[in-house]
């Protein structure tokens, strides 16, 4: 049995449908990875094979804010599942992001890359990573930009704009891989199935900016809608981000023999989905 918590959230759910009638979802109304007598009592009960955590805090200003919850959450949270998985023989999942690096290499960040977080969501989840080796049977998927239909998501959003103006302003010089998270489900069964351990990375091949992605998405969707450029000095957000976080995933098509579908026909197929779903 395959243990997937955090399943209700956008990840999580793509992560139980592709993993099928082996897998098992807990959510916050059945444990709190912040309490290690929770994960322990839910863990110790199932006892599954794997644990794969898709829990996250992932509001990226509001860490800023809240230290606490993110480190809690986002750290504390992952050594709490890694003793518990230890503990019964399980091997661990971790899903980790590209905000551990600070953006300033100038070409895809490789999983041996020294890490360098700018803001508190990056140095939690950095916590996360080192936290997971409390199991020494630990797998570590970083990702970044994620897209889906189970929760909020710039794709969304851009979609709920279109239907209230006709002209919006995003950033253009923060470059990244939009990632689908059925895509990203299929790259850690991959991983799975063959068995890996250690650090990868996961997202739709090839790179754009959010002004980019913003225009694919209107396009696709038939939307007439003008996007302009700004800056990430001109958006003024509370926390810091990397510039050039795109993620180099050739060691997850050599190792695992998968290789993530194209941002643009991920998302092509993300809308397709959605459109019937909607309509």
């Known amino acids: 049995m395959i243990l997937v918590v955090g399943a209700n959230g956008m990840l999580g759910r793509d992560m139980m449908t592709r993993i099928g009638d082996s897998?098992?979802?807990v959510d916050i109304d059945e444990i709190d990875i912040t309490s290690l007598e929770s994960t322990e009592r839910i863990i110790r009960t199932l006892r599954p094979e794997i644990v794969i955590n898709c829990a996250a805090y992932t509001d990226v200003d509001g860490c800023e804010t809240d230290v606490e919850k993110a480190m809690q959450v986002n750290g504390e949270g992952v050594a709490h599942l890694a003793m518990a998985s230890r503990e019964i023989g399980a091997r661990l999942v971790h899903v980790s992001t590209d905000y551990v690096f600070d953006g300033s290499k100038g070409s895809?960040?490789?999983e041996d890359d020294a890490p360098c977080p700018l803001g508190v969501y990056g140095e939690s989840k950095l916590?996360?990573?080192?936290?997971a080796a409390f199991n020494p049977d630990h797998l570590i998927v970083r990702t970044q930009w994620l897209y889906g239909l189970h929760g909020r998501n710039f794709v969304e959003t851009m979609l709920r704009l279109a239907l209230e103006k006709d002209e919006v302003s995003v950033v253009d010089d923060q470059i990244g891989s939009p990632t689908w998270t059925v895509d990203l489900a299929h790259a850690i069964a991959?991983?799975?199935?063959?068995g890996h351990r250690g650090v990868y990375h996961a997202a739709n091949s090839g790179f754009c900016s959010w002004n980019e992605f913003a225009?694919?998405?209107?396009q696709e969707s038939g939307l007439p809608v003008k996007v302009k450029g700004?800056?990430?000095v001109e958006l003024n957000r509370p926390a810091r981000r990397p510039l050039y976080s795109t993620l180099d995933c050739s060691k997850l098509e050599q190792e695992a023999g998968f290789r993530p579908q194209p941002w643009r026909s991920a998302l092509k197929a993300y809308l397709q989905i959605r459109n019937q779903i909607t309509y």
Do not use: D, K, S
């Open 215 to 218: 225009q694919e998405i209107f």
């Open 190 to 194: 991959a991983l799975l199935m063959t």
């Open 127 to 131: 916590a996360g990573e080192m936290n």
């Open 108 to 110: 895809p960040y490789q």
């Open 230 to 232: 700004m800056t990430t």
């Open 23 to 25: 897998a098992r979802g």
